[in-house]
């Protein structure tokens, strides 16, 4: 395998979004001294932060009434509840 | 609410009723690979949500994508290709397209399985990639280059568990959600562990506990290495220490079916996903977490978690600590100020030794209790 098909092969796809200038320069130098190399790497840290707190917020146990009596009576039967 | 499983819904691929029946009838004519019982555990936690959102075994595009980003396709962190690997031959005798039957090496039936890609894979890359050395001294790289030169990828849906010895401490994460809310708790530590434990794993588990409603005690159970404490033995022990030393309404106790693939921080990630598909809020991760020899540094695996900002999970980090003569418990750098001279470290070598050569270690390493339910075994360890 040839250098080129390894990076290929090791990058991930990307799109574009558009932010202002002026916050693209914000966070240019709020990251600079940082472990974040570019400021797409930055937003990508923050954007993957607050998608993950939203998709917690949308969330609801999905078992049925069935389900938690017949799971209860399994858990009783092997002395996790009373 | 304890934690939202890994991509937001817990994966059930549990067949029941008429359509089971008709596979295992099915099955006799089916392609079907078999595998040791070591292996199929992760089929049943495929099928049992233990490792949502996955459906099945990895096809290309998910493979390469942890191994290189360790993210799954669609954005999710994961970071263990979970894969079927098959021999040159078992290739002759399958298709893409196919329905297969995965069986024990005994013949019984596990799960159906779709064929849904066959791919060569790159060992070299995939040792690399997740243990970060091609060295096959280390257990987990010996295993890659034992594996069949291709790989399965599809889903399953399991017809049969895998014989278990240990049903009675089994649970599934529909079962610890629904026990984790029974018993009120909406924050819960997980603690992974392989060892039995000494009175460090226990100021470190109490320490968690102090700021979350629930502990849940999670010992992997499956193929381990020489010299590691036996499954039986570690479950023996915590419950010595739970029945002593815990109040009974904090902690709950089941295994984690699985082989310790010792692959350090990628494998920290892996258990903390698992542990939050459970329910854990909350997962301790100390020094050299899932680690074998000197192969990764002692904090690796706390420090790759700063990569995964939507993990869903809370890593509770805990760095070294040890028993002050001074102080008169367990301590750490933060807490205590004295000297080495007075300090005995948990070392789980030392420890090994004493319980090797019939010897009761001190109160200030193991509890007396859990030291003589060890001593109770012939042999403790594996062999």
Sequence with gaps: MNGEEEKKKVERKHTTVSIPTSLFNRIKKLIEGTGFTSVSDYVTYVLREVVAMHEKEKFSEPFTSEDVERIKEKLRALGYLD | ??????????????????????????AKDMPTLYRPNEFLVD???????????????????DFNSVLYNMR??????????????????????????????????????????????IYTYDKDEYAEYVFKTRDISHPGVKKVYEMGNYLVGGE????????????????????????????????????????APHLGHEYVQKTALTFVDGLFINPVIGRKKRGDFRDDVILKAYETLIKHYYPRNTVVMSIFRTEMRYAGPREAIFHAIARKNF?????????????????????????IFSEFPDLGITPLFFREFFYCKRCGGVANPKTC????????????????????????????????????TILSFDNPFVE
Excluded at chain 2, 2 to 26: D, F, T, W, Y
Excluded at chain 2, 94 to 113: F, K
Excluded at chain 2, 355 to 365: A, F, N
Aim: charged share 25%; aromatic share 8%; net charge negative.
């Design chain 2, 337 to 372: 100020p004295h000297s080495d001279d007075v300090r005995i470290t948990f070392s789980g070598t030392k420890i090994r030794k004493m319980l090797l050569s019939g010897e009761v270690p001190p109160p200030e390493l193991m509890r007396p209790e859990v030291a003589e």
């Design chain 2, 279 to 303: 329910g854990c809020t909350h997962f301790i991760v100390g020094r050299d977490h899932a680690g074998v020899g000197n192969f990764y540094g002692p904090y690796e695996a706390q420090e």
């Design chain 2, 156 to 195: 399953v849906h399991l017809i049969n568990d895998v014989p278990n010895p240990y049903s009675r401490y089994t649970l599934y994460p529909e079962e610890t959600r629904i026990l984790f809310k029974e018993r009120g708790w909406r924050t819960v530590v997980g603690f992974q562990t392989r060892n």
């Design chain 2, 1 to 26: 609410m304890v934690s939202v499983p890994h991509g937001g819904k817990l994966v059930k691929k549990v067949l029941r009723g008429r359509r089971r029946e008709a596979i295992i009838e099915a």
């Design chain 2, 72 to 117: 799954l396709l669609n954005d999710l962190p994961w970071t263990i290709p979970i894969v079927l690997d098959i021999t040159e031959e078992e290739r002759r005798s399958i298709a893409e397209g196919d329905d297969i039957i995965l069986a024990t090496n005994d013949g019984l039936p596990i799960a159906i399985m779709n064929v849904e890609e």
């Design chain 2, 43 to 61: 089929v049943v936690n495929i099928a049992h949500g233990v490792f949502s959102p996955l459906e099945g075994f990895m096809t290309s595009d």
